[in-house]
Nanobody, 129 residues
Framework: QVQLVESGGGLVQAGGSLRLSCAAS????????MGWFRQAPGKEREFVAAILWTGGTTYYADSVKGRFTISRDKAKNTVALQMNSLKPEDTAVYYC??????????????????????WGQGTQVTVSS
């Protein structure tokens, strides 16, 4: 099993920045990739960004491309999401997730929340206008 714990959420004004962190423990060697998803009230969980542990290839939703940056620290088993130029529509609970199945097409697989096996408890991000 893999345990995930997010931190770094909070309240920020539009245009501001926040950095989320996800600490992974347990059988972390079994995961191929890590992703960030978010869910706003009344909306479906949506893909934000993902990264492969090996090679560090990154993937982003169009809505955050150029504003958010995902990174990983293999030595510390942590994944971070740097969020800049935040907008009110970025307000949501942000979840970290681990994918342990090897995909034939990472670009597709990493954008599907059902492909992830482990999830953190989530951290609230609120952007005021």
């Amino acid at each position: 099993q893999v345990q995930l714990v997010e931190s770094g959420g909070g309240l920020v004004q539009a245009g501001g920045s926040l950095r989320l962190s996800c600490a992974a423990s347990g059988r972390t060697a079994s995961s191929y990739a890590m992703g960030w998803f978010r869910q706003a009230p009344g909306k479906e969980r949506e893909f934000v960004a993902a990264i492969l542990w090996t090679g560090g290839t990154t993937y982003y939703a169009d809505s955050v491309k150029g504003r958010f940056t995902i990174s990983r620290d293999k030595a510390k088993n942590t994944v971070a999401l740097q969020m800049n130029s935040l907008k009110p529509e970025d307000t949501a609970v942000y979840y970290c997730a681990a994918q342990t199945k090897k995909a034939t097409n990472w670009g597709i697989s990493l954008r599907r929340f059902r492909e992830y096996d482990y999830w953190g408890q989530g951290t609230q991000v609120t952007v005021s206008s």
